[in-house]
């Protein structure tokens, strides 16, 4: 909104420039154009939070980067994504309006493509993935939430877990890239329940952003934006903290309570009516 806002101002200055001609300035017809590429653009939180009424997830991984499939350990009867699942329910529950959610569950309805080669990836070359194997594009009525697991780590930060990455402005539909060896690594002595937890915590974090958690696109009812480390959350105990700790691997009971969004992230979620 406040891009939005900034833009209009400029139209409005550009066109005062401008009055005294016959003609639309180039640089507001440039102006212009972004303005409607961002309003045709489903791919917004405004968006995702008014006329959706359903939302999947899609999911392709690098050979060697497969997700954990099946289910916990721990809770025996509960399958690895439905974390996922459930945490995308509760976020578009009590609209007034169903959303319908669909998430994969098994590598074969998920899907693979070949061995990268790399060790090592820049953000552009994790974005040449995506024309190559999204098969599904969102609309003002159904998102498509893009999740691709690869080996290797990010060039910039070789600790990132998973980051999530959308076009200039916010035009593009955000992309979720999965480090599968840090999430293998990310402590020392995992165990395969933990490292289940650990990679379905972080999958929800970076949808959550995704969906425009924290002060991304969906804005703020109170003061838990933790600036020091951009959009996330100062609740320690929240999904959206900027920090995916041992300590909080450990507590998450996917059995029990499967959902891993504060109730500060969930009021502005409940609170935001585009």
């Given at each position: 909104?406040?891009?939005?806002?900034?833009?209009?101002?400029?139209?409005?200055?550009?066109?005062?420039?401008?009055?005294?001609?016959?003609?639309?300035?180039?640089?507001?017809?440039?102006?212009?154009?972004?303005?409607?590429?961002?309003?045709?653009?489903?791919?917004?939180?405004?968006?995702?939070?008014?006329?959706?009424?359903?939302?999947?997830?899609?999911?392709?991984?690098?050979?060697?980067?497969?997700?954990?499939?099946?289910?916990?350990?721990?809770?025996?009867?509960?399958?690895?994504?439905?974390?996922?699942?459930?945490?995308?329910?509760?976020?578009?529950?009590?609209?007034?309006?169903?959303?319908?959610?669909?998430?994969?569950t098994d590598l074969s309805s998920m899907s693979e493509f070949p061995d990268q080669g790399r060790s090592t990836w820049t953000i552009n070359q994790l974005l040449a993935l995506v024309p190559k194997y999204k098969a599904e594009?969102?609309?003002?009525?159904?998102?498509?939430?893009?999740?691709?697991?690869?080996?290797?780590?990010?060039?910039?930060?070789?600790?990132?877990?998973?980051?999530?990455?959308?076009?200039?402005?916010?035009?593009?539909?955000?992309?979720?890239?999965?480090?599968?060896?840090?999430?293998?690594?990310?402590?020392?002595?995992?165990?395969?329940?933990?490292?289940?937890?650990?990679?379905?915590?972080?999958?929800?974090?970076?949808?959550?952003?995704?969906?425009?958690?924290?002060?991304?696109?969906?804005?703020?009812?109170?003061?838990?934006?933790?600036?020091?480390?951009?959009?996330?959350?100062?609740?320690?105990?929240?999904?959206?903290?900027?920090?995916?700790?041992?300590?909080?691997?450990?507590?998450?009971?996917?059995?029990?309570?499967?959902?891993?969004?504060?109730?500060?992230?969930?009021?502005?979620?409940?609170?935001y009516t585009p």
């Amino acid at each position: 909104m406040f891009f939005r806002a900034l833009l209009l101002l400029l139209i409005l200055l550009c066109s005062n420039c401008e009055n005294q001609k016959g003609e639309t300035s180039p640089i507001l017809q440039g102006l212009l154009a972004l303005d409607y590429l961002i309003l045709s653009d489903p791919d917004r939180s405004s968006v995702y939070f008014s006329t959706t009424r359903s939302a999947s997830v899609e999911i392709a991984y690098e050979d060697g980067a497969e997700p954990n499939t099946g289910n916990f350990a721990v809770a025996p009867t509960t399958s690895v994504w439905s974390v996922t699942e459930s945490n995308l329910i509760n976020a578009f529950a009590d609209r007034g309006y169903t959303v319908n959610v669909t998430v994969p569950t098994d590598l074969s309805s998920m899907s693979e493509f070949p061995d990268q080669g790399r060790s090592t990836w820049t953000i552009n070359q994790l974005l040449a993935l995506v024309p190559k194997y999204k098969a599904e594009d969102s609309n003002f009525q159904s998102a498509k939430f893009f999740v691709v697991f690869v080996k290797g780590s990010l060039a910039e930060n070789s600790g990132v877990i998973a980051v999530t990455v959308s076009g200039a402005f916010g035009i593009g539909a955000p992309t979720v890239f999965v480090f599968k060896e840090i999430i293998n690594h990310f402590q020392d002595n995992l165990s395969p329940d933990k490292v289940r937890k650990a990679e379905q915590m972080t999958v929800t974090h970076e949808l959550g952003h995704a969906l425009g958690l924290v002060n991304t696109g969906i804005p703020l009812s109170s003061d838990h934006q933790d600036t020091a480390h951009g959009n996330h959350c100062t609740n320690t105990s929240c999904g959206m903290y900027w920090a995916l700790g041992d300590d909080r691997v450990d507590s998450f009971s996917p059995g029990t309570n499967p959902l891993i969004f504060g109730s500060e992230c969930i009021t502005d979620i409940r609170d935001y009516t585009p």
